[in-house]
Every structure is written in structure tokens, then in C-alpha cells.
């Protein structure tokens, strides 16, 4: 079946993720009720980004991390009010990791693992009174420097082989207007549509594909279509 052409975007073709490097923008967010007085925010905040960026394994330079004390919490609160009452004297914080990746059911126990070590160790907050969540950040909905982190488009996948249950899927990157797209990895782009259409693979999504010479803009159509 034909694939009618309803949208169009301003796209370029990107080689595999593993082939690929972005930055994964982790930020971690530590709030706990230990009084100011008893921490080195400074060398706290030092150590944990640097426990964030071991565990992820990202260049320390884009981790970003917010560290908030004195905090009204209350965890294991039992219905007796003197409990409550000593409950809240008590140490406890929770952890809040947020990225672009690398958030994923065989990551997250070294994260949580490492992540948890170093703030209960800079807190002094036993290690069975930290919460700590993973959230997994789609690119799209991360912002830098006034700019969204530029986004990944799915557009096809080959077909599902024995050896190959869930094959890989070709992508299509966003770009600014001003930046140039290879013609190799252009003609490579539909090299591998040619290929899905033969092996019945599946074309999720393209209609456009721009090409940038240095000079001038020539809009290229490329009509694609599933067997």
C-alpha cells in the first residue's frame, strides 16, 4: 500500500543510536529534613553529582543537581502522636533522577544502588529512610539554552526475523534550517527505505526530506511505501 504524504517535516537521516552521541542532561533532586547546620552543602552537592554522573555514566559537566534541607518530612509515621511527634526527628530524604536515557530496568539498580550510598553517606541519613525515583525524559520535553533537545522521529523498521524478533528502527532527526545534510547520508536514507519496502518492513512516518546545500534550499519529496 502506498503511503499517502500528509505531513511534512524538516528532516535528516541519523545513523543507529549506537552510533550516535547525545547528551543525556541528568539532573538529580535531593530534599531532606537534616538541619543546614549539619551538612557541607558545597562537598555534598559535589559528591553527588559526581555519583550521578558514575552511575549514568555522563561527563560530570552536564549533571545538574538541587540539594534542599530543612525540609518538612515525615516517613513511617505511626497513628500514636508521640511517635509522629519523634518520627519528625528523624532523618529521611527523597531522590528525584530525571535524564534523557539511561533510565532502564538494567540501570536502575546500580543507580539507585550508588545514588542512594552517596546521600545517605553525605547526609548521614540511614539508607532505609531514602526514597528514590527514575524518570526517564523524552528529549522533546527537555529544554537547554532556551532550545529543545532536538528530537528523534521513528520512520521505519525492517521486518521481524527469527533471529531478529524486534529489529532496530530507522530515524530521522530534526535540524535547524541552517545546517547542512549530508547528500551520503541522504542517499543511505533511501538505501535502507528500498531495503524495508523488499524485506516488507514497515514505514512508520516520513513525508519530507530537505536537502541543504551550502548555497541554496531544494526541497526534496520522497515518497515512500510499505509492501
Known amino acids: 500500500l502506498d503511503l499517502l504524504i500528509s505531513a511534512f517535516a524538516e528532516c ?3 545513523p543507529p543510536p549506537k552510533q550516535r552521541k547525545k547528551n543525556k542532561m541528568p539532573f538529580l533532586h535531593v530534599s531532606s529534613n537534616v538541619p ?10 559535589r559528591a553527588l553529582s559526581k555519583s550521578v554522573s558514575g552511575a549514568l555514566d555522563r561527563p560530570e559537566p552536564h549533571v545538574m543537581v538541587q540539594l534542599d534541607l530543612e525540609q518538612h518530612m515525615l516517613f513511617q509515621a505511626s497513628d500514636a502522636v508521640i511517635a509522629r511527634l ?18 532502564d530496568s538494567v540501570k ?12 545517605a553517606q553525605v547526609l548521614n541519613v540511614p539508607a532505609d529512610r531514602v526514597f528514590l525515583n527514575l524518570d526517564d525524559i523524552a528529549s522533546n520535553n527537555w529544554g537547554f539554552d532556551g532550545k529543545v533537545i532536538r528530537q528523534f522521529q521513528v520512520v521505519g523498521r525492517k521486518a521481524p526475523t527469527e533471529k531478529e ?17 549530508a547528500q551520503s547520508r541522504f542517499w543511505y536514507f533511501l538505501h535502507q527505505m528500498k531495503k524495508m519496502k523488499k524485506t516488507t518492513g514497515e514505514i512508520l512516518d516520513i513525508s519530507e526530506v530537505r536537502l541543504l546545500p551550502l548555497r541554496h534550499q ?8 510499505a509492501a
Open 165 to 181: 524478533p524486534n529489529p532496530p528502527a530507522y530515524r530521522m532527526k530534526l535540524f535547524a534550517p541552517n545546517q547542512v545534510l
Open 36 to 45: 543546614k547546620a549539619s551538612v557541607d552543602a558545597n562537598a555534598a552537592i
Open 12 to 14: 535528516s537521516f541519523h
Open 218 to 225: 531544494q526541497p526534496l519529496l520522497l515518497p515512500v511505501a
Open 108 to 119: 536502575n539498580p546500580k543507580t539507585a544502588e550508588a545514588v542512594t550510598a552517596t546521600v
Open 86 to 103: 519523634a518520627m519528625l526527628l528523624k532523618p529521611c530524604a527523597f531522590v528525584q533522577i530525571r535524564s534523557i536515557g539511561r533510565i
